[in-house]
């Protein structure tokens, strides 16, 4: 019998339901809590950005950071929470694949799977339901599977 792993995340929360079956009801697994995606800016940084000269005239200005702490963060879980796929992937726990988040973070998740684990994504949906019951969660899935 097919078994579906379905991963329902959000950038600081994540849910892994399991079903058997394509019609089958949703059994939680695991759950996820990624606290420092919750935390201000300010207490992911440890200081402010340098400054620096302009090389002509008497400017001075800011120097930027390439990602800002919080999407670097939302980046580190979403690359935890498909590793953790991956290797359920590599021990053949699952057949299919389903991504549920908002569509910002499925589009971190999307980035982050491999070629291999890519081919066992059935569906997708872009919304947030992290803090949804199963059942509500097993209703958004009936339309995408």
Request: charged letters at 30%.
């Amino acid at each position: 019998m097919d078994t579906t792993w379905v991963l329902v995340a959000d950038k600081s929360h994540a849910k892994l339901y399991t079903m058997k079956g394509r019609v089958g009801a949703l059994t939680l697994e695991q759950d996820w809590d990624h606290e420092a995606s919750r935390k201000h800016e300010q207490e992911l940084t440890s200081d402010l950005p340098g400054r620096a000269f302009d090389r002509m005239g008497d400017a001075r200005h800011a120097m930027g950071q390439q990602v800002e702490p919080k999407d670097h963060e939302a980046e580190l879980f979403a690359h935890q929470l498909i590793a953790e796929m991956d290797r359920g992937r590599v021990a053949n726990a699952f057949n299919h694949l389903s991504l549920v988040a908002p569509p910002e973070f499925l589009g971190l998740l999307r980035k982050q799977c491999s070629s291999a684990l890519g081919q066992l994504v059935s569906d997708t949906v872009d919304k947030n339901l992290v803090f949804e019951d199963s059942e509500t969660v097993r209703d958004h899935l009936s339309g995408a599977l």
